[in-house]
């Protein structure tokens, strides 16, 4: 099981980027999760304590707390999750 986060303030680029993903893969067990906020992907990853997240796509023009400032709370914690960044 691969679990992947996409992190974007747009409902239409998480929806883009999940059929995109669908698409490639070639692995057929994913869960996809999806944040519409730096905070909320913090919340979402502080509350899932043992779910391996293999990576994460994250929006870096995000209202409230960049995308930046996000990686770098990530860093802290979910260092071992590739992270991917979209401006």
């Given amino acids: 099981m691969y679990n992947i986060v996409i992190c974007d303030d747009e409902k239409n680029s998480i929806e883009k980027l999940k059929k995109q993903i669908y698409q490639c893969r070639k692995i057929e ?3 996809i999760y999806e944040c519409y906020s730096g905070k909320a992907l913090l919340k979402l990853l502080k ?3 043992g779910v391996k997240i293999d ?10 707390m960049s ?3 996000t990686a ?3 860093k802290k914690s979910h260092n071992s999750s590739l992270l991917i960044l979209s401006p």
Avoid: R, T, W
């Avoid at 990576?55 to 409230?64: H, N, S």
């Fill in 47 to 49: 509350s899932n304590i």
């Fill in 72 to 74: 770098k709370e990530l």
């Fill in 67 to 69: 995308g930046l400032d």
């Fill in 29 to 31: 067990d994913i869960e």
């Fill in 55 to 64: 990576a994460i796509f994250l929006d870096v023009q995000m209202p409230e």
